[in-house]
Nanobody, 123 residues
Framework: VQLQASGGGLVQAGESLRLSCTAS????????MGWYRQPPGKQRDLVAA????????YYTDSVKGRFTISRDNAKNTVYLQMNSLRSEDTAVYYC?????????????????WGQGTLVTVSS
């Protein structure tokens, strides 16, 4: 499975960005997709996740009400719509994919990772 992330860039605080992550290869068993982010000098943390079977989602508290994770099964693509961006959202964003029936919120259970895409929010 290969994951291709895109959509990062430089924006002003309050603006929006949409990240995309397209999966290819042997994706039949993929049932979970997640977006992680790693700010400079900090650890990588989960931002949002989605389970394909029923669309169940997870958001970390700091992005609730501002970010939305969604999927387009026909395009094998997961999106992260990021609104009302803040300087503290600045990070490298990574998408991840995993199998399994439950919604995955731990990086240990994501099997595949995409390359990062940099989001920079200036204040």
């Amino acid at each position: 499975v290969q994951l291709q992330a895109s959509g990062g860039g430089l924006v002003q605080a309050g603006e929006s960005l949409r990240l995309s992550c397209t999966a290819s290869g042997s994706i039949a068993n993929i049932n979970n997709m997640g977006w992680y982010r790693q700010p400079p000098g900090k650890q990588r943390d989960l931002v949002a996740a989605i389970r394909y079977t029923d669309g169940t989602t997870y958001y970390t508290d700091s992005v609730k009400g501002r970010f939305t994770i969604s999927r387009d099964n026909a395009k094998n693509t997961v999106y992260l719509q990021m609104n009302s961006l803040r300087s503290e959202d600045t990070a490298v964003y990574y998408c991840a994919a995993g199998a399994g029936a439950v919604l995955i919120t731990s990086p240990r259970f994501y099997d595949y990772w995409g390359q990062g895409t940099l989001v920079t929010v200036s204040s």
